[in-house]
């Protein structure tokens, strides 16, 4: 059985912070890891992927997540929030490799205060 | 610019009628995930195709959702009869597995609501 779980439903940062959003998977084999973002009445873009290549993936607008099998965890980062990364964000775990049984996490929805 | 293209974009029923929400994957990709968005249950996996053939359908209630390939531009998603408890936005993605890139490109999303 494989499932994600997103340990945060929201997360308010102010700009210029850091952030971080936090992804828990379990899988009975060496998952694929994504996180996806979902801006307002939008559809859903790719930020960063792991496929067991390097443990520290980078992603585009200055994400990056760790893949950290010891802890089962794809915690996503950024070092500065820009107000632009309000948004919902996914955790997607595929076992088995890429495009198997794909699963969403609850996702988590960040707010930039100014 | 490639991209998946689904329809309609807005669907607005009574109960009971049916429902098809279509979808044309990019160009060449060989694999199709749908997927429903509602408020309570977030993003669910309803089922997957990969070169037309269904891999995985037991997201969908089977006595009323059914999802086809007819051919590899078009995945349709029918509902039938529609209820209440269906209304949420219908989202369809698409890949390439072979390139091992993993990245599902997703269209804009069918709003369905019954009444």
């Known amino acids: 059985a494989q499932s994600v779980t997103q340990l945060d439903s929201h997360v308010s940062v102010s700009e210029g912070t850091p952030v971080l959003l936090r992804c828990n998977y379990s899988?009975?084999?060496?998952?694929?890891l994504f996180w996806y973002v979902q801006h307002p009445n939008k559809g859903l873009q790719l930020l960063l992927k792991?496929?067991?290549?390097?443990?520290l993936v980078k992603g585009i607008n200055g994400f990056e997540a760790e893949f950290k099998k010891s802890e089962t965890s794809f915690h996503l980062t950024k070092p500065s929030a820009h107000m632009s990364d309000a948004a919902e964000y996914f955790c997607?775990?595929?076992?088995?490799?890429?495009?198997?049984?794909?699963?969403f996490g609850a996702g988590t929805r960040l707010t930039v205060k100014p | 610019d490639a991209r998946v293209t689904q329809t309609p974009r807005h669907k607005v029923t009574e109960m009971g009628q049916e429902v098809t929400m279509r979808c044309q994957p990019i160009?060449?990709?060989?694999?199709v995930f749908w997927y429903r968005q509602t408020m309570m249950q977030g993003l669910e996996l309803l089922a997957y195709?990969?070169?037309?053939?269904?891999?995985?359908d037991s997201g969908m209630p089977k006595d009323r959702f059914s999802a086809e390939m007819p051919d590899a531009t078009l995945a349709t998603l029918k509902i039938q009869p529609s209820e209440p408890r269906d209304s949420a936005v219908y989202f369809c993605?698409?890949?390439?597995?072979?390139?091992?890139?993993?990245?599902?490109?997703f269209g804009e999303g069918s709003r369905l609501t019954v009444l």
């Open positions: 195709f990969r070169n037309r053939a269904p891999l995985d």
């Open positions: 993605a698409s890949g390439l597995l072979g390139r091992d890139t993993g990245e599902l490109f």
């Open positions: 792991y496929t067991s290549a390097a443990t």
């Open positions: 899988s009975s084999y060496s998952p694929s």
């Open positions: 997607v775990v595929s076992p088995r490799g890429p495009y198997n049984d794909m699963r």
């Open positions: 160009l060449g990709h060989n694999t």
